[in-house]
């Protein structure tokens, strides 16, 4: 929701802009998004998780979006662990030990529960039948997963670091997989 709310701030208004037509169209600006942010971060302050349901609903709320994708994205890298730089020697030996432990724990801490597994050596996560194939078919909801292998991956590594989702169930796939390049 506040990442709905920061993207609908205006960067600027027109002088021949009518702020009370175009102002109320912006979701973000709403005060219903307002009330909700405020009771997310009452429920954060005690310790409770949204249910499945909410999940479901804020998702077709940002799937109404045109810019679903990228809210998604962006939501993934503010909700995934504070990146930091680990020192050059350290980085070669934990980087993808750190970084699956980071993406698990992130998504644990987000769901409840696990959600997928990684496959190999490398930093591939794979999902079969996950909550965001059920909830979201047109398949943007595993943006936020993205969003949260991309955060937490680049604190670890000085280089780029790049998270591609190469198949998808929404797509026809078998499952959704995600691969983090430049680790």
């Known amino acids: 929701m506040e990442t709905i709310q920061e993207t609908d701030q205006p960067t600027e208004v027109l002088e021949e802009e009518n702020t009370s ?3 109320p169209r912006r979701l973000g600006l709403s005060q219903v998004i307002v009330d909700r942010i405020d009771g997310y971060q009452e429920e954060v302050k005690r310790g409770r998780k949204i249910t499945d349901t ?3 609903d804020l998702v077709g709320l940002v799937n ?3 810019d679903a994708v990228q809210i998604f994205l ?3 890298r503010r909700l995934a662990f504070n990146p930091f730089l680990l020192p050059n020697i ?11 432990r980071r993406i698990y724990r992130c998504l644990i801490k987000l769901f409840g529960r696990r959600i997928g597994g990684f496959a190999g050596p ?8 996950h909550l965001f194939m059920e909830i979201d078919p047109e398949g943007n909801a595993c943006s936020l997963v993205s969003g949260i292998c991309l955060e937490s991956v680049r604190g670890l590594v000085a280089s780029r670091v790049e998270v591609r989702h190469v198949s998808c169930e929404s797509r026809g796939d078998a499952f959704c997989r995600w691969d983090v390049e430049g680790v």
């Open 74 to 76: 962006e939501c993934g």
């Open 21 to 23: 037509v175009t102002m």
């Open 122 to 129: 490398g930093l591939t996560l794979e999902c079969r039948s």
């Open 64 to 66: 109404k979006r045109p």
């Open 54 to 56: 909410e999940f479901q």
């Open 90 to 100: 350290l980085s070669k030996l934990l980087t993808v030990p750190l970084a699956k």
